[in-house]
C-alpha cells in the first residue's frame, strides 16, 4: 500500500514537474516573445455578446476580438493565431502586468490613474462609449434623475461602481446598490426584477436588451453619466510594441476613412493606385513596416482578416445585428463622430 | 567496544559524523531544510524583483486611507463613498461576521434536527433526512449558493406588486400584518427605534434575561440540594416580561417598531434582509446543517445503547432521554468536528462573491481590489483578516470544548 | 407420573395447535405502517408533514421532467414546443452538453481523447481502491495512468510521457540500489538520477517533438467537467505524498522543520480556499519565473495542492497519532532507524487508519473545484454562469443547467463516499 502510493505520487509529482521545465524560458521585447511563440495571447472578457463571446462553436467572436485578430494578423500574418484569454474586472490587470498576456482588448476604460498608477498603456480608443441606465418600461421612469430610492444592479469589476455613486451623490438621491459580478447574472436579476435599474455601458446595455424575451419591455434613459473611452492597452515601458497594437487599430479606422475594405484590400495591393496614403498603408510605397519591425503588408494582412473599422463595428455591433448600435459617436470624424486616426506618412 | 581501552573520543569530530552521528544528524538536515527555505523564498524574491510593474507600483497600504467612491448597501455602521478604502474594509469585515454567525446558529439547529431525525424510528423522516444529508453533503456549496439567489429573485412575489398603482387603486399585494413584506428585493421587515430613554428599556430588558439565568439555577439548586420542584417557565416569562414592561410604559413608550412603507420604488424604513444575505446565510446553513446531522448522528451513535435504556428504565419519556441523557453525552463527541464545520461556514462565506454581497471578499479582495489595482496588499490583509477569524473561533471553541470535555482525573 | 395420568384420560393431545394468525393489526404491512409511521401523535404528525413535503416535491418535479423537452436548438423554440406546460427546457442540455463537458475551447474533433482518458480511469483506479482484493502487479495500470492521461489530453509527443516515466523509474531503482547503504543517500541518489534522465529527455523531447505525435492542446482549452476532474484527481494525487510529509514534518522533533509544517498548514487551513485562488490569480505571476509558461491552471493545480495537502497533512496526523505508542517503541526496539521506521512499520498502518478521512477530504476537494470558476476559468459552473446563459440562445434557461450540474456532481461525490464508507466497513479491524 504504502509503497504504490509513494510510487503513484511520485509519477504524478514529475508530470506536473515535466510540464514546467519544458516550458522554456525567453525573455526580450513583447514583440520577439509573440513571433517566437507564435501566437498572440490576448486578454478579453468572459463574454459580452457582440464585444467578445464565443461562439457554439467556441470560436470567439466580437469587436474586441476583431482587434486582437487584427494585431496577431500584422505581426504573425495569421488572425487565428490567437489565444483568448479570458479575463475579469479583478485579474485583467495583472494579468497583464505580469505578462501572461501581451494585450488587453476587454472593455477597459481610459483613466488617469490607470495609464499612470497602474503603469499601463492605452494605444487608442476603438469604442466611445459611456455609462447608461435601463428599466423596465412599465416602471414609467424617463430621467435618471427619477431613480432615487431605487435598486440598481451593477456589473462590478470597472469603473461603473464609481461613477453610479458619484451620480447619485451629486444629485443628492439614494439608492441600493446590488454589485453582481457577471453580465449574465446582473441581467437575470434584472429580469425577474429583483432590481429596478441596470446600469453599465451603454453599449453592453443595448447588447443584452437585444437578447431580452421582449426587448420593448425595458428601455435605455437617456443620460450618460461618465465618459467611457474604450480601447486596448499594453505595458508600461515597451513602447515598441505599445506602437505596433497602436497603428493597427489606426490601419483599420484609416482604411475606412480612405475605402480600403476587406473586400478590395487585396485587389487596391496587387495593383498599387495613385493614392499615396493608400499605397503606403498597404505596403505598396514607403517602408512604414519596417519602421514598426514588421512585414511591409502588415496592414494589408489585419485588413484582409477583419475589414476596416467601420466593417468590423457593422458585423458585430451595428445595426444590423441583433446588438444595433448606431455609430454615433463612433463614427469617423469625417461624419461627426470622433473615431481619428492619425496619418499614415 | 569493553576490551578496547580507548579514551573517549573528544577531538575526534569527523564529517562523516554529520550523517551517521544521531547527535549530529539532526543539526544537518535542519541545515539543509533552512538552507532550501532560504532558497525557495529568495527564489521567490527574486522573480518579483525581475517584475518591472511590482517594482515601479511598490508595496504600500496608503490607498487604504483615500477615498473608496463606491457605495455598499449593507451598511452595520455608517458608510458614505466618500469614507475611506479602509472603513469599506471595516465593514466589509463586520458583515462577514454577521453572516459567518447567523449561518452557524442556524446550521447548528438544521444539523441537530436532521441529526436526531434521521435516527428516528419513523421511517418516511429518517428517510427523507437521508435524503436531505446526500443531496447537500454531494453537491458543490457554490452552486447551492446560486441556486437559492436565483430562486430567491424567481420565486418570491416581486416587489412591483406592492407598488401603489398611479391610478390610485390597491396595490395587488400588501404587507403582512402590516409588518412584513417578502418580495424579490429582499425581506422588509419593521426596525425597533429607541427614543431617548430606549435604552433603559433595552438595559432593563437585558438585565431580565440575566434574571431568568439566575432564576433557573436557583431551581436547580432547590431541586438537587431540597429536593423541591420549583417552577420554571411563569416565573421565568414573568421574570423575562413584566419590568421590562412596566418600565416601557413608565418611561412613556420610548421604543417603537419602525415598519416598512411604500415609497415610489421599494419600501422605505424598517429593515431590509438582502437576496445576497437570505441566499448566502440559507445557503450555508443548509449545506453545513447536512454535515453537522452527520456528526450529531455519529455522536449519538457513540453513546452506548445501555445509557438509554437505562434511562428509559427509570421511567424518562423518549423525549427527555435525548436532551437529559444522549444530548449532553453525544456533545462531547459532536463538539470537535463542530468546531471545524463553524471554521469552513466562517471561511465559505467568502462566497459571498459569487451573489454580490459585501463581505471582506466582496469589498477589500472585489471592488477595492478591482478600483485600486493593489492585488498583493489586498490578497496579503484579506488572508490575514481570515487567519485571525479562523484562529478567534478556534481558540473560543476549545475553551468551550476543555469546559464539557470529560474530566478524567 | 405421566404414564398414570395418560391413561386416567380419554384424549391427549399428541401435536400442538396451530398458531392461530396475528390479528390484522399487528400483521405484515399494516403492522410495520403503524409501528414506524403512526406509534403516536407526535410521530403522526411527522409523518403527515413528511408525507406533504414529497408530494410537494414531487409535484413541482414531475411534471417538469416529464413534460420537459429535449428538441429544439434555442430557446424561442424551447418555448414554443413547451406551450407553458411547465416542463424543462432540457434542449439547452442537448445543446451544449460537449460545452459542459469539455468546455468550448477544446477541439471538437479531438473530445474522444479525453474521453478515452475518463474510461481508462475506470481500469486505472480499482487496483488502488481495491487493493487487498486485486493482485498486486494490477496496480502498475494505475502507476501508468497518469502519465497515459497526460499524452492523452494534452496531447504532443509520446516521447515525452513515455521519457518522463522511464526517468522517474530510473530514479526509483537507483534509490532502491543505493538505499542499503542508507536512506537519505539513496534518496538523494534517487532524486539527482531523475533529475539527470529528466533533462535528458527534456532536450530529446524538444528535438523530436514530431514522434507519434498527437495533435498538442493548451491547458487554457480544459474546460466544463473535465477541468473539474482534472484538477480533482490531480491535485488529490499531487497532495497526497505533499501530506504524508507535512505529517511527518509536523511529528518531528527538529523545531526548524516542525516549524515550517505547523505554520504552513495552520496557515492554509486558516485561510478560505478562494483567497489562495486569488493568489494563483493575481498575485502568484509575480513570484514565478516571468516569461515561464507557467499559465492559469499549473498556478491554480499549485495553489489547490498546497490547499488539500494541510488538509491531508491533519487527517494523517491523526492517524498517526491514533497509533499505539508500543508500535512506534516496537521499531525502535528492531533497531530500525526512522526511514525504516516510517516506511516499514508506522507508515502502512496510519495511512490504513487515515484512508476514509483522506477520501472525505478528496470528495470535499473535488466540490470545491467549482471555485475556479470565480478566477475566470471555465469548469462546469464557470461553463454555466460564463458563455451559456450569456449567449443569446439560451439566456433565461437556469433550472435545467444547473440540475444538469447538480446530477453530475452528485453521482462522482455519492460514488466516493459510498466507497469510503465501504471501505471503513471494511478496514474495521474489531469485528464489533
Given at each position: 500500500?504504502?509503497?504504490?502510493?509513494?510510487?503513484?505520487?511520485?509519477?504524478?509529482?514529475?508530470?506536473?514537474?515535466?510540464?514546467?521545465?519544458?516550458?522554456?524560458?525567453?525573455?526580450?521585447?513583447?514583440?520577439?516573445?509573440?513571433?517566437?511563440?507564435?501566437?498572440?495571447?490576448?486578454?478579453?472578457?468572459?463574454?459580452?455578446?457582440?464585444?467578445?463571446?464565443?461562439?457554439?462553436?467556441?470560436?470567439?467572436?466580437?469587436?474586441?476580438?476583431?482587434?486582437?485578430?487584427?494585431?496577431?494578423?500584422?505581426?504573425?500574418?495569421?488572425?487565428?493565431?490567437?489565444?483568448?484569454?479570458?479575463?475579469?474586472?479583478?485579474?485583467?490587470?495583472?494579468?497583464?502586468?505580469?505578462?501572461?498576456?501581451?494585450?488587453?482588448?476587454?472593455?477597459?476604460?481610459?483613466?488617469?490613474?490607470?495609464?499612470?498608477?497602474?503603469?499601463?498603456?492605452?494605444?487608442?480608443?476603438?469604442?466611445?462609449?459611456?455609462?447608461?441606465?435601463?428599466?423596465?418600461?412599465?416602471?414609467?421612469?424617463?430621467?435618471?434623475?427619477?431613480?432615487?430610492?431605487?435598486?440598481?444592479?451593477?456589473?462590478?469589476?470597472?469603473?461603473?461602481?464609481?461613477?453610479?455613486?458619484?451620480?447619485?451623490?451629486?444629485?443628492?438621491?439614494?439608492?441600493?446598490?446590488?454589485?453582481?459580478?457577471?453580465?449574465?447574472?446582473?441581467?437575470?436579476?434584472?429580469?425577474?426584477?429583483?432590481?429596478?435599474?441596470?446600469?453599465?455601458?451603454?453599449?453592453?446595455?443595448?447588447?443584452?436588451?437585444?437578447?431580452?424575451?421582449?426587448?420593448?419591455?425595458?428601455?435605455?434613459?437617456?443620460?450618460?453619466?461618465?465618459?467611457?473611452?474604450?480601447?486596448?492597452?499594453?505595458?508600461?515601458?515597451?513602447?515598441?510594441?505599445?506602437?505596433?497594437?497602436?497603428?493597427?487599430?489606426?490601419?483599420?479606422?484609416?482604411?475606412?476613412?480612405?475605402?480600403?475594405?476587406?473586400?478590395?484590400?487585396?485587389?487596391?495591393?496587387?495593383?498599387?493606385?495613385?493614392?499615396?496614403?493608400?499605397?503606403?498603408?498597404?505596403?505598396?510605397?514607403?517602408?512604414?513596416?519596417?519602421?514598426?519591425?514588421?512585414?511591409?503588408?502588415?496592414?494589408?494582412?489585419?485588413?484582409?482578416?477583419?475589414?476596416?473599422?467601420?466593417?468590423?463595428?457593422?458585423?458585430?455591433?451595428?445595426?444590423?445585428?441583433?446588438?444595433?448600435?448606431?455609430?454615433?459617436?463612433?463614427?469617423?470624424?469625417?461624419?461627426?463622430?470622433?473615431?481619428?486616426?492619425?496619418?499614415?506618412? | 567496544?569493553?576490551?578496547?581501552?580507548?579514551?573517549?573520543?573528544?577531538?575526534?569530530?569527523?564529517?562523516?559524523?554529520?550523517?551517521?552521528?544521531t547527535r549530529y544528524r539532526s543539526y544537518t538536515f535542519q541545515f539543509i531544510a533552512l538552507v532550501c527555505l532560504i532558497l525557495g523564498f529568495s527564489w521567490l524574491a527574486y522573480n518579483a524583483s525581475q517584475n518591472d510593474q511590482l517594482q515601479s507600483n511598490?508595496?504600500?497600504?496608503?490607498?487604504?486611507?483615500?477615498?473608496?467612491?463606491?457605495?455598499?448597501?449593507?451598511?452595520?455602521?455608517?458608510?458614505?463613498?466618500?469614507?475611506?478604502?479602509?472603513?469599506?474594509?471595516?465593514?466589509?469585515?463586520?458583515?462577514?461576521?454577521?453572516?459567518?454567525?447567523?449561518?452557524?446558529?442556524?446550521?447548528?439547529?438544521?444539523?441537530?434536527?436532521?441529526?436526531?431525525?434521521?435516527?428516528?424510528?419513523?421511517?418516511?423522516?429518517?428517510?427523507?433526512?437521508?435524503?436531505?444529508?446526500?443531496?447537500?453533503?454531494?453537491?458543490?456549496?457554490?452552486?447551492?449558493?446560486?441556486?437559492?439567489?436565483?430562486?430567491?429573485?424567481?420565486?418570491?412575489?416581486?416587489?412591483?406588486?406592492?407598488?401603489?398603482?398611479?391610478?390610485?387603486?390597491?396595490?395587488?399585494?400588501?404587507?403582512?400584518?402590516?409588518?412584513?413584506?417578502?418580495?424579490?428585493?429582499?425581506?422588509?421587515?419593521?426596525?425597533?427605534?429607541?427614543?431617548?430613554?430606549?435604552?433603559?428599556?433595552?438595559?432593563?430588558?437585558?438585565?431580565?434575561?440575566?434574571?431568568?439565568?439566575?432564576?433557573?439555577?436557583?431551581?436547580?439548586?432547590?431541586?438537587?440540594?431540597?429536593?423541591?420542584?420549583?417552577?420554571?417557565?411563569?416565573?421565568?416569562?414573568?421574570?423575562?416580561?413584566?419590568?421590562?414592561?412596566?418600565?416601557?410604559?413608565?418611561?412613556?413608550?420610548?421604543?417603537?417598531?419602525?415598519?416598512?412603507?411604500?415609497?415610489?420604488f421599494r419600501f422605505e424604513g424598517g429593515f431590509l434582509l438582502r437576496p445576497s444575505l437570505i441566499a448566502l446565510w440559507f445557503a450555508l446553513s443548509i449545506y453545513t446543517g447536512a454535515f453537522i446531522a452527520e456528526n450529531v448522528r455519529a455522536g449519538i451513535?457513540?453513546?452506548?445503547?445501555?445509557?438509554?435504556?437505562?434511562?428509559?428504565?427509570?421511567?424518562?419519556?423518549?423525549?427527555?432521554?435525548?436532551?437529559?441523557?444522549?444530548?449532553?453525552?453525544?456533545?462531547?463527541?459532536?463538539?470537535?468536528?463542530?468546531?471545524?464545520?463553524?471554521?469552513?461556514?466562517?471561511?465559505?462565506?467568502?462566497?459571498?462573491?459569487?451573489?454580490?454581497?459585501?463581505?471582506?471578499?466582496?469589498?477589500?479582495?472585489?471592488?477595492?481590489?478591482?478600483?485600486?489595482?493593489?492585488?498583493?496588499?489586498?490578497?496579503?490583509?484579506?488572508?490575514?483578516?481570515?487567519?485571525?477569524?479562523?484562529?478567534?473561533?478556534?481558540?473560543?471553541?476549545?475553551?468551550?470544548?476543555?469546559?464539557?470535555?470529560?474530566?478524567?482525573? | 407420573?405421566?404414564?398414570?395420568?395418560?391413561?386416567?384420560?380419554?384424549?391427549?393431545?399428541?401435536?400442538?395447535?396451530?398458531?392461530?394468525?396475528?390479528?390484522?393489526?399487528?400483521?405484515?404491512?399494516?403492522?410495520?405502517?403503524?409501528?414506524?409511521?403512526?406509534?403516536?401523535?407526535?410521530?403522526?404528525?411527522?409523518?403527515?408533514?413528511?408525507?406533504?413535503?414529497?408530494?410537494?416535491?414531487?409535484?413541482?418535479?414531475?411534471?417538469?421532467?416529464?413534460?420537459?423537452?429535449?428538441?429544439?436548438?434555442?430557446?424561442?423554440?424551447?418555448?414554443?414546443?413547451?406551450?407553458?406546460?411547465?416542463?424543462?427546457?432540457?434542449?439547452?442540455?442537448?445543446?451544449?452538453?460537449?460545452?459542459?463537458?469539455?468546455?468550448?475551447?477544446?477541439?471538437?474533433?479531438?473530445?474522444?481523447?479525453?474521453?478515452?482518458?475518463?474510461?481508462?480511469?475506470?481500469?486505472?483506479?480499482?487496483?488502488?481502491?481495491?487493493?487487498?482484493?486485486?493482485?498486486?502487479?494490477?496496480?502498475?495500470?494505475?502507476?501508468?495512468?497518469?502519465?497515459?492521461?497526460?499524452?492523452?489530453?494534452?496531447?504532443?509527443?509520446?516521447?515525452?510521457?513515455?521519457?518522463?516515466?522511464?526517468?522517474?523509474?530510473?530514479?526509483?531503482?537507483?534509490?532502491?540500489?543505493?538505499?542499503?547503504?542508507?536512506?537519505?543517500?539513496?534518496?538523494?541518489?534517487?532524486?539527482?538520477t531523475a533529475f539527470v534522465a529528466l533533462t535528458i529527455s527534456g532536450f530529446i523531447t524538444s528535438a523530436a517533438s514530431g514522434v507519434l505525435a498527437l495533435e498538442l492542446v493548451e491547458s487554457r482549452a480544459m474546460g466544463g467537467f473535465m477541468l473539474n476532474?482534472?484538477?480533482?484527481?490531480?491535485?488529490?494525487?499531487?497532495?497526497?505524498?505533499?501530506?504524508?510529509?507535512?505529517?511527518?514534518?509536523?511529528?518531528?522533533?527538529?523545531?526548524?522543520?516542525?516549524?515550517?509544517?505547523?505554520?504552513?498548514?495552520?496557515?492554509?487551513?486558516?485561510?478560505?480556499?478562494?483567497?489562495?485562488?486569488?493568489?494563483?490569480?493575481?498575485?502568484?505571476?509575480?513570484?514565478?519565473?516571468?516569461?515561464?509558461?507557467?499559465?492559469?491552471?499549473?498556478?491554480?493545480?499549485?495553489?489547490?495542492?498546497?490547499?488539500?495537502?494541510?488538509?491531508?497533512?491533519?487527517?494523517?496526523?491523526?492517524?498517526?497519532?491514533?497509533?499505539?505508542?508500543?508500535?512506534?517503541?516496537?521499531?525502535?526496539?528492531?533497531?530500525?532507524?526512522?526511514?525504516?521506521?516510517?516506511?516499514?512499520?508506522?507508515?502502512?498502518?496510519?495511512?490504513?487508519?487515515?484512508?476514509?478521512?483522506?477520501?472525505?477530504?478528496?470528495?470535499?476537494?473535488?466540490?470545491?473545484?467549482?471555485?475556479?470558476?470565480?478566477?475566470?476559468?471555465?469548469?462546469?459552473?464557470?461553463?454555466?454562469?460564463?458563455?451559456?446563459?450569456?449567449?443569446?440562445?439560451?439566456?433565461?434557461?437556469?433550472?435545467?443547467?444547473?440540475?444538469?450540474?447538480?446530477?453530475?456532481?452528485?453521482?462522482?461525490?455519492?460514488?466516493?463516499?459510498?466507497?469510503?464508507?465501504?471501505?471503513?466497513?471494511?478496514?474495521?479491524?474489531?469485528?464489533?
Open positions: 500500500m504504502n509503497k504504490s502510493v509513494f510510487l503513484g505520487a511520485v509519477a504524478a509529482a514529475s508530470v506536473g514537474a515535466t510540464g514546467i521545465a519544458f516550458a522554456d524560458g525567453h525573455s526580450g521585447s513583447t514583440l520577439a516573445t509573440v513571433q517566437e511563440r507564435g501566437s498572440l495571447n490576448c486578454g478579453v472578457t468572459t463574454g459580452v455578446p457582440g464585444f467578445a463571446e464565443p461562439d457554439s462553436d467556441g470560436v470567439w467572436q466580437g469587436f474586441d476580438v476583431a482587434v486582437c485578430r487584427a494585431v496577431a494578423a500584422g505581426v504573425l500574418g495569421d488572425p487565428t493565431a490567437v489565444t483568448f484569454v479570458p479575463t475579469t474586472g479583478k485579474t485583467r490587470f495583472t494579468a497583464l502586468a505580469s505578462g501572461e498576456i501581451d494585450m488587453l482588448a476587454r472593455n477597459t476604460t481610459w483613466t488617469f490613474s490607470r495609464d499612470t498608477d497602474l503603469k499601463f498603456d492605452f494605444v487608442g480608443v476603438n469604442y466611445y462609449d459611456g455609462q447608461g441606465f435601463m428599466v423596465p418600461a412599465d416602471l414609467g421612469v424617463s430621467s435618471a434623475t427619477e431613480l432615487d430610492g431605487a435598486t440598481v444592479c451593477i456589473q462590478t469589476g470597472t469603473t461603473t461602481e464609481l461613477n453610479l455613486a458619484d451620480f447619485f451623490r451629486v444629485n443628492g438621491m439614494s439608492y441600493e446598490p446590488v454589485p453582481i459580478e457577471t453580465g449574465a447574472e446582473a441581467v437575470q436579476q434584472y429580469l425577474a426584477g429583483a432590481c429596478d435599474v441596470y446600469t453599465t455601458d451603454r453599449s453592453a446595455l443595448a447588447a443584452q436588451r437585444a437578447g431580452f424575451e421582449d426587448p420593448d419591455g425595458s428601455v435605455i434613459l437617456p443620460e450618460v453619466v461618465s465618459k467611457e473611452p474604450l480601447g486596448p492597452l499594453v505595458r508600461h515601458g515597451d513602447s515598441e510594441w505599445g506602437d505596433i497594437v497602436r497603428w493597427t487599430l489606426n490601419a483599420l479606422i484609416t482604411a475606412e476613412e480612405l475605402g480600403v475594405t476587406k473586400g478590395n484590400v487585396e485587389e487596391m495591393a496587387a495593383a498599387p493606385g495613385d493614392n499615396p496614403e493608400i499605397n503606403r498603408l498597404l505596403g505598396t510605397e514607403g517602408e512604414l513596416g519596417a519602421m514598426i519591425g514588421l512585414e511591409a503588408d502588415w496592414a494589408k494582412n489585419a485588413i484582409a482578416a477583419v475589414g476596416n473599422y467601420g466593417e468590423v463595428f457593422d458585423t458585430n455591433i451595428g445595426e444590423s445585428t441583433a446588438i444595433g448600435l448606431a455609430r454615433g459617436l463612433n463614427a469617423q470624424y469625417t461624419d461627426g463622430g470622433l473615431i481619428y486616426s492619425p496619418p499614415f506618412r | 567496544m569493553t576490551t578496547m581501552t580507548d579514551p573517549p573520543q573528544v577531538e575526534g569530530f569527523r564529517i562523516g559524523q554529520l550523517i551517521n552521528d511598490g508595496f504600500s497600504y496608503e490607498f487604504l486611507y483615500n477615498p473608496a467612491g463606491y457605495d455598499i448597501n449593507q451598511q452595520p455602521i455608517p458608510y458614505t463613498s466618500q469614507d475611506t478604502h479602509l472603513r469599506a474594509t471595516i465593514i466589509g469585515a463586520i458583515n462577514t461576521i454577521i453572516v459567518a454567525f447567523l449561518a452557524c446558529v442556524t446550521a447548528t439547529i438544521f444539523g441537530v434536527i436532521a441529526g436526531v431525525l434521521r435516527l428516528s424510528n419513523n421511517w418516511i423522516i429518517s428517510k427523507l433526512m437521508s435524503v436531505y444529508v446526500e443531496m447537500f453533503r454531494n453537491i458543490p456549496v457554490l452552486i447551492w449558493i446560486i441556486i437559492i439567489f436565483t430562486v430567491a429573485a424567481n420565486t418570491f412575489p416581486p416587489i412591483s406588486e406592492f407598488r401603489l398603482p398611479r391610478d390610485g387603486s390597491d396595490p395587488e399585494r400588501g404587507l403582512l400584518f402590516g409588518m412584513f413584506a417578502a418580495t424579490n428585493q429582499g425581506v422588509f421587515v419593521p426596525r425597533l427605534v429607541f427614543a431617548d430613554l430606549g435604552w433603559i428599556v433595552a438595559a432593563t430588558f437585558l438585565a431580565s434575561i440575566a434574571g431568568v439565568f439566575g432564576w433557573k439555577a436557583h431551581a436547580k439548586r432547590k431541586l438537587y440540594g431540597e429536593g423541591k420542584e420549583v417552577p420554571v417557565l411563569g416565573p421565568s416569562l414573568a421574570i423575562l416580561l413584566v419590568p421590562t414592561i412596566v418600565v416601557y410604559f413608565i418611561l412613556g413608550m420610548p421604543v417603537s417598531l419602525e415598519n416598512p412603507e411604500m415609497g415610489r451513535l457513540a453513546i452506548s445503547k445501555g445509557q438509554s435504556e437505562a434511562a428509559a428504565a427509570l421511567g424518562l419519556r423518549p423525549g427527555r432521554i435525548m436532551s437529559l441523557v444522549v444530548l449532553p453525552q453525544a456533545l462531547r463527541v459532536i463538539i470537535p468536528p463542530l468546531i471545524s464545520q463553524y471554521l469552513n461556514i466562517t471561511k465559505n462565506t467568502s462566497l459571498a462573491i459569487a451573489v454580490g454581497y459585501m463581505d471582506l471578499t466582496g469589498t477589500l479582495g472585489g471592488i477595492t481590489l478591482n478600483q485600486t489595482g493593489r492585488a498583493l496588499e489586498c490578497i496579503l490583509l484579506l488572508m490575514l483578516f481570515y487567519l485571525t477569524f479562523s484562529l478567534a473561533i478556534s481558540a473560543i471553541m476549545n475553551v468551550y470544548n476543555n469546559s464539557v470535555k470529560l474530566k478524567e482525573r | 407420573m405421566s404414564d398414570t395420568h395418560a391413561q386416567s384420560v380419554a384424549f391427549v393431545r399428541k401435536t400442538e395447535i396451530p398458531a392461530s394468525p396475528p390479528p390484522m393489526a399487528e400483521t405484515g404491512a399494516l403492522k410495520w405502517v403503524r409501528e414506524n409511521l403512526f406509534s403516536g401523535p407526535f410521530n403522526t404528525i411527522m409523518t403527515l408533514l413528511g408525507l406533504l413535503v414529497i408530494f410537494y416535491l414531487l409535484s413541482g418535479l414531475i411534471p417538469w421532467i416529464v413534460n420537459g423537452t429535449w428538441e429544439g436548438s434555442n430557446i424561442q423554440e424551447c418555448r414554443a414546443i413547451l406551450q407553458g406546460n411547465g416542463g424543462g427546457c432540457f434542449a439547452v442540455i442537448a445543446d451544449r452538453w460537449p460545452q459542459l463537458l469539455f468546455g468550448f475551447q477544446y477541439p471538437d474533433y479531438l473530445r474522444w481523447r479525453p474521453t478515452l482518458a475518463f474510461l481508462l480511469l475506470f481500469a486505472a483506479v480499482p487496483p488502488a481502491l481495491f487493493v487487498m482484493y486485486l493482485p498486486r502487479w494490477t496496480l502498475i495500470a494505475t502507476a501508468v495512468y497518469p502519465f497515459v492521461a497526460y499524452w492523452l489530453i494534452w496531447g504532443g509527443t509520446v516521447l515525452s510521457p513515455v521519457l518522463t516515466a522511464a526517468s522517474l523509474l530510473a530514479g526509483y531503482l537507483v534509490f532502491q540500489k543505493v538505499e542499503r547503504r542508507g536512506f537519505v543517500l539513496g534518496l538523494a541518489a534517487g532524486i539527482a476532474m482534472i484538477l480533482g484527481t490531480v491535485c488529490v494525487s499531487l497532495s497526497i505524498p505533499l501530506g504524508i510529509l507535512l505529517a511527518l514534518g509536523r511529528q518531528s522533533k527538529l523545531p526548524i522543520v516542525k516549524g515550517f509544517c505547523v505554520v504552513f498548514i495552520e496557515f492554509v487551513r486558516g485561510v478560505p480556499l478562494i483567497t489562495l485562488l486569488f493568489v494563483a490569480n493575481v498575485v502568484l505571476a509575480y513570484f514565478l519565473p516571468p516569461n515561464a509558461n507557467f499559465d492559469l491552471i499549473i498556478r491554480v493545480i499549485i495553489m489547490i495542492t498546497m490547499f488539500s495537502a494541510a488538509y491531508i497533512a491533519e487527517v494523517i496526523r491523526g492517524g498517526l497519532a491514533a497509533l499505539p505508542k508500543g508500535q512506534y517503541e516496537a521499531a525502535d526496539s528492531l533497531g530500525l532507524d526512522y526511514p525504516q521506521a516510517m516506511r516499514l512499520i508506522i507508515l502502512p498502518q496510519a495511512l490504513k487508519i487515515s484512508i476514509p478521512g483522506i477520501v472525505n477530504v478528496a470528495v470535499g476537494l473535488f466540490k470545491d473545484t467549482t471555485l475556479v470558476s470565480i478566477i475566470s476559468m471555465f469548469d462546469l459552473v464557470g461553463m454555466i454562469r460564463g458563455p451559456i446563459l450569456s449567449s443569446t440562445q439560451w439566456v433565461g434557461v437556469y433550472w435545467e443547467l444547473w440540475a444538469a450540474a447538480c446530477v453530475l456532481f452528485f453521482i462522482v461525490c455519492y460514488g466516493i463516499s459510498q466507497y469510503s464508507q465501504w471501505l471503513e466497513r471494511q478496514l474495521r479491524t474489531d469485528h464489533r
